[in-house]
């Protein structure tokens, strides 16, 4: 394989003896069956034994594995159709945004995702995943595109954050997510967030003030990395495992405090290990979700997306 985590090494050897006696059996023409499968079963159920019991850290390495299913890759798993739509008319295309339209079962719908590369050349081009103003730019005006023609938005996060970078910076990039935040806000169509990976601070939120947000069992959802806020805090980011704890950016953590509504089970082993099994999972909850969303009357529903958000910070003193 050629990218493991260190908490995975025993499953990679055990797929490593599976597929060697599988080579073997090719070669010499043996019948090696009897072998492979309590090996194979053992694999499973160790596969399933470490992903039931990750620490905070451990699940934020599952959310940056680079084999990760990216949102191009839902794109092919999940939706049908998909027809690329480029620029934001003010200034030029955003490769790390990928949007347009596509079909979703039956309904057309407007698709933005947050996209990273697989290899250097590929995530250069991609900025890392990381968008630039006239990403969130192309992504708002494909979602005023959707409202006019009815059609409800979907986004896929999967970032460590907006480009920090000097351009950016110069270009409005805080000015951009304020007014996709603005934006969101007023939406007048159904919308469903999912954080597919990496959902990196305001960067990610830019595409996240939906009706409901889902996110993968194994995504992370936070307003800075665990190495940055242990950078902060302790001035040391040796302590990024204490600062993954302390953030609370899980999946279970998140749909607890009441930061998201779904959690997107995972197959066992991470999506990376079935990304089609994943895709599927994550099919029906779009379904579901927007199958709910779609009846209610505009007016309830951007009253009932205000309050989703304006409920989050509250807090009573005793």
């Keep these: 394989m050629a990218f493991e985590l260190e908490f995975e090494k025993p499953l990679v050897d055990l797929q490593r003896q599976i597929a060697h006696l599988k080579r073997l059996a090719e070669e010499q023409r043996l019948d090696v ?9 053992k694999l499973s159920e160790l596969r399933r034994e470490i992903y039931a019991d990750l620490t905070p850290m451990q699940r934020v390495l599952v959310a940056r594995h680079p084999r990760r299913p990216y949102a191009l890759d839902y794109l092919r798993t999940v939706f049908s159709d998909f027809v690329e739509l480029k620029g934001d008319r003010l200034f030029r295309d955003d490769p790390a945004i990928v949007a347009g339209w596509a079909r979703l079962g039956e309904r057309s719908v407007v698709v933005i995702g947050q996209q990273k590369g697989r290899d250097m050349k590929e995530n250069l081009r991609r900025n890392f995943g990381m968008p630039h103003p006239e990403g969130y730019r192309k992504a708002l005006r494909l979602m005023h595109q959707a409202a006019r023609f009815q059609a409800p938005v979907v986004t896929l996060i999967d970032t460590p954050g907006a480009f920090p970078g000097l351009g950016a910076e110069e270009r409005g990039q805080a000015e951009a997510i304020a007014r996709n935040l603005e934006g ?8 469903v967030a999912t954080i597919i990976g990496e959902g990196g601070s305001g960067g990610a939120l830019a595409l996240g003030l939906a009706d409901r947000v889902l996110m993968l069992e194994n995504a992370i959802y936070s307003v800075i990395s665990p190495e940055g806020c242990a950078a902060i805090l302790w001035k040391d980011a040796t302590q990024k495992e204490r600062a993954a704890q302390a953030l609370r950016l899980t999946a279970t953590d998140l749909h607890e405090l009441g930061i998201i509504d779904e959690i997107v089970r995972e197959p066992d082993g991470g999506a990376h290990a079935d990304p089609d099994e994943a895709g599927r999972a994550l099919g029906e909850a779009l379904d579901r979700a927007l199958t709910e969303l779609e009846p209610v009357p505009r007016d309830a529903l951007l009253a009932a997306r205000a309050e989703k958000f304006l409920r989050m910070g509250r807090f009573v003193e005793a």
């Design 33 to 41: 069956q009897s072998e492979v499968a309590p090996l194979e079963q």
């Design 184 to 191: 969101m806000a007023r939406l007048e169509t159904p919308f």
